[in-house]
T-cell receptor, first 114, second 115 residues
Framework: AQSVTQLGSHVSVSEGALVLLRCNYS??????LFWYVQYPNQGLQLLLK??????LVKGINGFEAEFKKSETSFHLTKPSAHMSDAAEYFC????????????FGKGTTLSVSS | DTGVSQDPRHKITKRGQNVTFRCDPI?????LYWYRQTLGQGPEFLTY????????KSRLLSDRFSAERPKGSFSTLEIQRTEQGDSAMYLC?????????????FGEGSRLTVL
């Protein structure tokens, strides 16, 4: 079974500051890992994903995440926050077996102040 | 636009009434998922279809909930005798392509409020 823990339900940064959202996973088989973003009153949008290969993956809007197997982590970063990044972010895990459901963390709300 | 459509977007009902939600997934794809999202929580898996077969159900799916996918196209999620605890956003999702790469594309959800 898979699970995800997102450390910090709320992160606040200033515009232009580094964004770091933490995600740790548990999986008995090699995981596929994802970050989704949800803006207020909107649906979930895929930010980036890791399946195999390069452990540093880049996504939309300048975000990236690094898969670290030894630390069972998949933290999301962005060098410089924009006001428009304010949203809720969800980390999710699944496996390479077709049909396995995506399991989500509880989410981290990112606030960006000017 | 993810290509996943859900209807209605909002539903307000009184406790004890039945409600039904519809999902039209990305066309030509055989897998469809339902999730529930409550305020301040991540989406929680409810059930999964491959074509018309319901292959997996979460323990969250009590006997008041039923999901169908006739003919393997659109799907419906019905909640009977609604309770206030059923108030949530109900999300439908499907993979963007037949090859399994794990990700799901989500519809914008159907928000249920039970008074």
């Amino acid at each position: 079974a898979q699970s995800v823990t997102q450390l910090g339900s709320h992160v606040s940064v200033s515009e232009g500051a580094l964004v770091l959202l933490r995600c740790n996973y548990s999986s008995s088989v090699p995981p596929y890992l994802f970050w989704y973003v949800q803006y207020p009153n909107q649906g979930l949008q895929l930010l980036l994903k890791y399946t195999t290969g390069a452990t540093l993956v880049k996504g939309i809007n300048g975000f990236e995440a690094e898969f670290k197997k030894s630390e069972t982590s998949f933290h999301l970063t962005k060098p410089s926050a924009h006001m428009s990044d304010a949203a809720e972010y969800f980390c999710a895990v699944t496996t390479n077996q077709a049909g396995t459901a995506l399991i989500f963390g509880k989410g981290t709300t990112l606030s960006v102040s000017s | 636009d993810t290509g996943v459509s859900q209807d209605p977007r909002h539903k307000i009902t009184k406790r004890g009434q039945n409600v039904t939600f519809r999902c039209d997934p990305i066309s030509e794809h055989n897998r469809l998922y339902w999730y529930r999202q409550t305020l301040g929580q991540g989406p929680e898996f409810l059930t999964y279809f491959q074509n018309e077969a319901q292959l997996e159900k979460s323990r969250l799916l009590s006997d008041r909930f039923s999901a169908e996918r006739p003919k393997g196209s659109f799907s419906t999620l019905e909640i009977q005798r609604t309770e206030q605890g059923d108030s949530a956003m109900y999300l439908c999702a499907s993979p963007p392509r037949p090859l399994n790469t794990g990700e799901l594309f989500f519809g914008e959800g159907s928000r249920l409020t039970v008074l």
